[in-house]
């Protein structure tokens, strides 16, 4: 059994940064690839960036690349967000999720084995 914690969400002005942290719990965590997802208000939740616990690869959607950097601190059984260059279209509830399947550009949210509930994040203009 793995349990997510997100957290670091807050608000922030346009052009700051945040440093998002996903916390598992279990055993097992350290042998999942974790991702981060995202749901805006009155939109779908969508992907935003992923890494493999294997070999440490990483693979973001677009509107995350280049600004976003996730990564991994096995001993501390943590995953981190890091965002520069917050646009208000940032704005959403970021989720963590789970799974031993290494497939970021086919599985969705539900797909994943295990779900964090989310950090809210708030970038204004």
């Known amino acids: 059994q793995v349990q997510l914690v997100e957290s670091g969400g807050g608000l922030v002005q346009a052009g700051g940064s945040l440093r998002l942290s996903c916390a598992g719990s279990?055993?097992?965590?350290?042998?999942?690839?974790v991702a981060w997802f995202r749901q805006a208000p009155g939109k779908e939740r969508q992907f935003v960036a992923a890494?493999?616990?294997?070999?440490?690869?990483?693979y973001y959607a677009r509107p995350a690349n280049g600004r976003f950097t996730i990564s991994r601190d096995n001993g501390k059984k943590t995953v981190y967000l890091q965002m520069n260059s917050l646009q208000p279209e940032d704005t959403a509830v970021y989720y963590c999720?789970?799974?031993?399947?290494?497939?970021?550009?086919?599985?969705?949210?539900?797909?994943?084995?295990?779900r964090g509930q989310g950090t809210s994040v708030t970038v204004s203009s």
């Open positions: 999720a789970a799974d031993t399947d290494w497939s970021p550009t086919t599985l969705t949210w539900r797909e994943y084995d295990y």
């Open positions: 279990g055993r097992a965590f350290n042998s999942y690839h």
């Open positions: 890494i493999s616990w294997t070999d440490g690869r990483t």
